[in-house]
């Protein structure tokens, strides 16, 4: 009997591109990544806004946000996000985010509520500890 | 946020609330013991939805077509529900579920739910836990409800013992694989669909389909088909053909007067009933192998032994099942 078939709580984590940002390479390999750890990863494709990506978490019960963002528009779209989970009282759903980020904007964003900012150096491992990590924190719901 | 027992989920389910229904529906899909009774409550409240199985060979533009038919659905003013299957990975479990990238512009809908399923070990087409949220979606008032299959091969044909309407795609181009899976999927069909009719060999394949569907009637009555509302359906029901291309729209519209025209000679030949009698007859039968598999995995550990007998060719699999099956409370005498 394959792992697939043992029933737990697997953790659903919902990868997207915000706005005008074609760079998917590394959401692929961050979706990959998590997959192989055994989560059911949701891909939203390229060009959402964050109203979408909201909605789209709360419709398929995600545990994780994770956004991949290489634009520069970091400092614009996790507050909305954030922002816009508040108001659909969906804020146990976290929010994750990855790529070009500067080291002072990981600080405020943290502060801001994200829950974990992992930068293009990271090893796929730690992404994974991280994912698990941040849902484990939150416990059940 | 703490937990929420599944049977406080039921009252929300019931009015529509998004998050009461994508809740329940994780606890269904992971087969929680705890949300059984609120499951069993959502059963007995729904069977209003008309409920579509769309399936078709992988990339024939099936969640293409979904998204685009549940925009013309809407525009009757109906609300959809999608349940969109993707394949687990038999190695780690995890999924990569991207059925929801051709589905964007139907996010801002209120009318519209869209949920993304992994088959977590199922075969057939379906996810475990698929039937589940069906009803899930069915009690919280969504009108239709769409179900798209993983892209199936030549057998995967759970999908029209789930539905009311089954639709089958076919994509242009694909030559002999149209031919290879003539034998399986395409005989679930009550209308098929080839997408992408705007590409040149499109004709062909239509008709090709229109020409096995010529001679699937005059085949009927001598074969003893596998599933048994199949050859009834044929008598009474002409499956259509419908040629669409979501580049230009074309074909959307009539696939869903189709549909519709489906549903009501379903219920004016009364063959409804039929059908929801194979769909219970399914359902009893998926319920009771999950429940067996479950109970497998958790005897995993004493298996051993009886594992080594077996790989030793001391004992046979069938002895061996009887055996286990004897050991767990299941009988198997006979």
Redesign the interface.
Known sequence: ??????????I?VIVAKVGLDGHDRGVKIV??T????????????L??TP??VV??A????ADVIGISILSGAHMTVFPKLLKLLKA???D?IKVMGGGVIPDEDVVKLKKMGVAEILLQDTPPAAIVDSVRRIVAE???? | MAYIPSMDLVPGVLKGDTRAVARLLSRAENGNEEGRPALEEIFKRAGRAHVVGITGVPGSGKSTLVAKLTAAIRASGRKVAIIAVDPSSPYSGGSILGDRIRMGELVGDKGVYVRSMATRGALGGLARGTLEAVDIVDAAGYDMVLIETVGVGQDEVDVARASHTTVVVSAPGLGDDIQAIKAGVLEIADIHVVSKCDKPDADRTISDLKNMLVLSLGLQPHVPAPLDVGARKAARWQVPVVPTSSVNDKGIEELLKEIDRHGRSLKESGEIVERQAAIAERRLVKASEEMLRDKLEERRGELSVLLKELAARRVSPHYAARKLLTESGFGGDK
């Not at chain 1, 009997?1 to 697997?10: F, L, P």
């Not at chain 1, 998590?34 to 494709?45: K, N």
């Not at chain 1, 709360?58 to 019960?61: L, T, Y």
């Open positions: 009997m394959s792992v697939a078939q043992t029933k737990a709580d697997r659903r979706a990959r998590l997959r192989d750890a055994g989560m059911d990863v949701i891909y939203t494709g060009h959402r109203e979408e909605e789209a709360v419709q398929e019960d659909r009282g969906a146990d939150r416990g059940a719901r």
